[in-house]
């Protein structure tokens, strides 16, 4: 399990309440992270795995190689699968691993028309049994529940990514909450020292 302690050296760059209206009204949250190295990706998918309950829904959103598949495992890992086993699913689009929940990892990009999300069986696994993580999310439309934990990745120059992770429904909201508990630095020993008496 990483440390919080850990993610000191690598603070989100900001955190914040969506200041768009119709978000807030809608109860969007959303906060933004700086991973600066693969391990940094992993280790905040491993809290959104740890934080995920059964039927989350995990939706990728980022260019080719901006690292899904990297912050997948880390959810698998997260949930107790074991990580090294999962892989960017390839001609079969989706892959199930087992864990605290089962996780499903669904890859839509050589999903080549809505239609064939029927064959990919996508509905059978919202059906609130799995914790579900969809690479290429955009393309399932919309299949894709309402309430979900929405994961944008882009490049940030070198081995750095900025993840946007946007929370749309009580439930991914519970989840992101959550992550940014666990991910809040470590009160160091000084700050929580009762003040000394006067003596
Ligand atoms: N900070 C980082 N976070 C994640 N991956 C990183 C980072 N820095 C470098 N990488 C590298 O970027 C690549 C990300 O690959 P990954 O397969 O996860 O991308 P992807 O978004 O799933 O791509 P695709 O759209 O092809 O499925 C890996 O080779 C990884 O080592
Ligand atoms: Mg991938």
Known sequence: MPSPKRFVASPPL???????PDAMASGTLEWSYH???VADTDRLGRLVGQCSQRGAIVALYGELGTGKTVFVR???AGLGAAPRAVSSPTFVLVHEYGGRWPLAHVDLYRLRDAAELEHVGLSDYLDGRAVVAIEWAEKAGPELPHDRLEIHLSYGGGLSRDILLKATGKGSR???TCVKKR??????????????RAR
């Open 14 to 20: 900001r955190s914040r309440r969506s200041s768009d």
């Open 35 to 37: 991973s600066r190295s």
């Open 74 to 76: 880390g959810v698998a």
């Open 174 to 176: 519970g989840v992101l």
């Open 183 to 196: 991910c809040a630095p470590r009160r160091t020993a000084a700050t929580v020292r009762k003040p000394e």
